[in-house]
């Protein structure tokens, strides 16, 4: 556990860190602005002990930080037992492998998307790969059960590549929780289709309806948005579906999290009877497999251990006590060279915000993503953090959901997540491809 004492920060599974209150400005000095880097006590606006700005406060007033059970008056609390937020990792050797049945080379496809995949880099199937692609090609309807990170985007992305370019005027529809979730998967798509005649289309919130408007009228082959932009267009008669022979389902557990299942049961009811579905979720829960029995048919669940990412997270609490401020505990981690690439997660957007702007005056290197931001400001902030321009990127749930970004070496819960599904989710943004993550949790 993480604790403050006059030398030093302690986490519960007995990792020290050295307080260091006078790092040399040297330290990790390429991650952050200035020539200096962020000092305890020179920071340029908040220093060491002074008294709480309010744009230091995350989730709460001013004056709530540090005081107990009040700041989190209008904030669900959160009710998960702490000792899940400690777990040591698996050292990555022990983590068992996947022997892949298939190569790319030995999937039913067409020579063009092949030469993609080949230019991509991609030689093995993942093991959601290895099992979905086959028979989404012979037209079945799927289950997938794969968190993001597992390969799940080429897992429905190549079979409908191939069914468009070989089939006459085959459709798709993509639905995905998140805007940015929905361009990463078109990226993927453009990358995958390139020189094959395929267009897509992103249907977004947050980004210009005329443009959508003018680009579907031009008849993409795909379709890829966020539930409500998607049904937007259909109810101001734009987006058309009766012709649309295959959905995506993406990250459904999330999409109902959210609140989106009346608009996906719209959407969904108005795609043709006979179609291929694909769905995809980390978790399959009641109201899923309700949607499922009510849209699927005859599907193939295809299932891959969606724990395997946490299994190389080394995970820890912060002790928070009621006379610290989390703001200079923060500090202190941040300031530990290992901790290279943070992705830091609030609860509220105003929180995640304040919290951001706070970091970046004290020096760090700082954006933040979360709901209310204008759609091309969270895809720079992204850009920044993927391209390694900032090294933090503060964010609420909602906005990282989905997102891959490469060599995270930290996830910050700066406030508790609502329930452990969104433990697991938030913390799955590090140790990926195997690599070794740290997941810090702040609990008071
Ligand atoms: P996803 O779960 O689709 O978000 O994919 C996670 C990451 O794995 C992405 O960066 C992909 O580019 C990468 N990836 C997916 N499948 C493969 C593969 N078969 N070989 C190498 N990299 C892959």
Redesign the pocket.
């Known amino acids: 556990m993480y604790q403050k004492s006059s030398s030093s920060v302690r986490t519960k599974s007995g990792n020290s860190f050295n307080k260091n209150r006078g790092k040399p400005a040297s330290q990790g000095s390429r991650k952050r602005n200035g020539s200096g880097g962020p000092q305890r006590s020179e920071g340029p606006y908040v220093p060491f002990g002074s008294a709480p700005r309010k744009s230091a406060s995350f989730g709460g007033s001013r004056s709530s930080f540090g005081r107990g059970p009040k700041r989190f008056r209008g904030v669900k609390k959160s009710i998960i037992d702490q000792n899940k937020f400690i777990k040591k990792a698996v050292p990555v050797a022990e983590v068992e492998e996947y022997v892949s049945k298939h190569k790319?080379a030995d999937f039913n496809v067409c020579q063009e998307l092949k030469n993609n995949i080949i230019t991509?880099?991609?030689?093995?199937?993942?093991p959601i790969?290895d099992q979905a692609i086959p028979e989404a090609l012979n037209g079945r309807d799927i289950i997938g059960v794969?968190a993001?990170?597992?390969?799940?985007?080429?897992?429905f992305i190549i079979p409908l590549i191939n069914k468009v370019f070989m089939g006459k005027n085959q459709k798709v529809l993509i639905i995905t929780p998140t805007r940015e979730l929905a361009s990463?998967i078109d990226i993927?798509l453009r990358e995958f289709a390139k020189g094959m005649g395929i267009r897509s289309v992103q249907c977004i919130g947050g980004a210009r309806i005329g443009r959508q408007i003018s680009e579907l009228s031009r008849n993409p082959q795909f379709v890829i948005g966020t539930p409500g932009r998607i049904n937007d267009l259909i109810k101001r008669g734009r987006l058309r579906l009766e012709g649309t022979q295959n959905i995506v389902l993406d990250e459904v557990d999330r999409m109902l999290d959210m609140g989106f299942i009346n608009d996906i049961k719209t959407i969904l009811s108005t795609l043709p009877n006979h179609k291929q579905s694909l769905f995809f979720s980390a978790t399959i829960s009641t109201r899923i497999s309700g949607l499922i029995q009510t849209f699927l048919n005859n599907p193939v669940t295809v299932s891959v251990k969606t724990t395997v990412t946490s299994d190389n997270v080394e995970q820890d609490i912060v002790k928070v006590s009621f006379d610290q401020r989390k703001i200079e505990v923060l500090h202190d981690i941040l300031n530990k060279p290992e901790c290279e690439k943070v992705l830091i997660f609030g609860r509220t957007k105003r929180g995640v915000e304040n919290l951001s702007n706070d970091l970046e005056k004290r020096g760090f290197k700082s954006s933040s993503i979360h709901g209310d931001k204008a759609q091309n400001k969270r895809e720079k902030a992204l850009r920044l953090f993927k391209e390694n321009h900032v090294n933090i990127l503060v964010a609420t749930d909602v906005a990282a959901r989905?997102l891959?970004i490469?060599d995270v070496t930290h996830v910050i819960n700066y406030d508790l997540p609502e329930n452990y599904e969104d433990y697991v989710h938030r913390i799955g943004r590090t140790g990926r491809?195997n690599k070794r993550g740290t997941a810090l949790t702040f609990v008071s």
């Open positions: 790319f991509k880099g991609y030689e093995t199937p993942t790969q794969a993001t990170g597992t390969g799940k985007t080429a897992a990463q993927e989905g891959d490469d491809a």
